[in-house]
């Protein structure tokens, strides 16, 4: 099954550019969750530029509650500082079911490149340690390509995050066919290493059936910003309810395919 998780990050930038609790980010995951997504992602930077820590809190309990997965993603490099404790201080606090580990730098716009596992690789793998001692998944962002994305076994990674940013791009002009080849390589080669497979970056519903059509066995798309901004014409429900009939048809259509099969690792 290839589940939806709901990046709530638009939510809390809109909030914040005004000020107050308005739109309020629980209610928008209420909303998602109602809808039938998966789970909720965030990714709490530590300049709290959108989500907070008290929101990684409230999404937590509220996921717990209602019986679905959350996510958090972040830099495990980053210290803390005030408003912000830190990502494993965090994921100690609420224990979500899975975190991503994904190498942004304070003063990028959004992420935008996988880890380099020959520079990260050893610091990664106490870090990768903790996180799994607090029970939850883990998760590393990769750049399709990369053909040491083997090496996010031995750091001690349960998935890799595939970074679809480029995909998109070519898809939207016209030439997704190198992209897509690439993006199914990867996910073989970190699958043939015992790696499960999740994706994320700039997927809409235009260009993620294709994507799940083309590469095996994704286990889980993180989709914020594109869902967030179609939500505000058609509705955030009836949004997350296409991207639903998505995913749904791609788990269906795998079902389907005896050559399906699936990689080891949770």
């Known amino acids: ?52 820590s008290a929101d990684v809190h409230a999404l937590g309990a509220l996921c717990a509650t209602r019986g679905v997965e959350f996510n958090v993603e972040g830099n495990p490099f980053a210290p803390p500082r005030s408003g912000y404790p830190g990502l494993l201080a965090l994921c100690e606090a609420v224990r979500p079911a899975q975190v991503t580990l994904v190498p942004d730098s304070d003063g990028q716009l959004t992420s935008d490149h996988g880890f380099d596992f020959a520079r990260d690789g050893a610091a990664l793998h106490p870090l990768v340690a903790a996180f799994k001692a607090l029970g939850c998944r883990v998760s590393v962002f990769v750049d399709v390509g990369d053909p040491t994305v083997a090496q996010a076994a031995v750091v001690g990674a349960d998935r890799v995050e595939l970074y679809t940013g480029p995909y998109a791009e070519a898809f939207a002009a016209g030439n997704p066919d190198a992209a ?3 993006a199914a390589g990867t996910a073989r080669l970190a699958q043939s290493a015992g790696l499960q497979v999740n994706a994320g970056h700039d997927l809409n519903q235009a260009n993620l059936g294709p994507f799940l059509a ?53």
């Open 1 to 52: 099954m290839t589940a939806l998780s709901v990046n709530l990050n638009k939510i809390a930038v809109l909030r914040n550019s005004r000020g107050g609790s308005e739109p309020d980010v629980l209610a928008a995951g209420v909303a998602c969750i109602d809808a039938g997504a998966h789970g909720l992602t965030v990714h709490p930077r530590p300049d709290a530029r959108h989500i907070r």
């Open 214 to 266: 083309a590469v095996p066995q994704v286990r889980e798309v993180s989709i914020g910003h594109a869902l967030i901004g179609e939500a505000l014409y058609a509705g955030l429900d009836a949004t997350v309810r296409a991207y639903r009939r998505i995913v749904d048809a791609a788990t269906a259509a795998r079902s389907a395919d005896p050559g399906c099969a699936g990689s080891s690792r949770g």
């Open 180 to 182: 897509l080849r690439a």
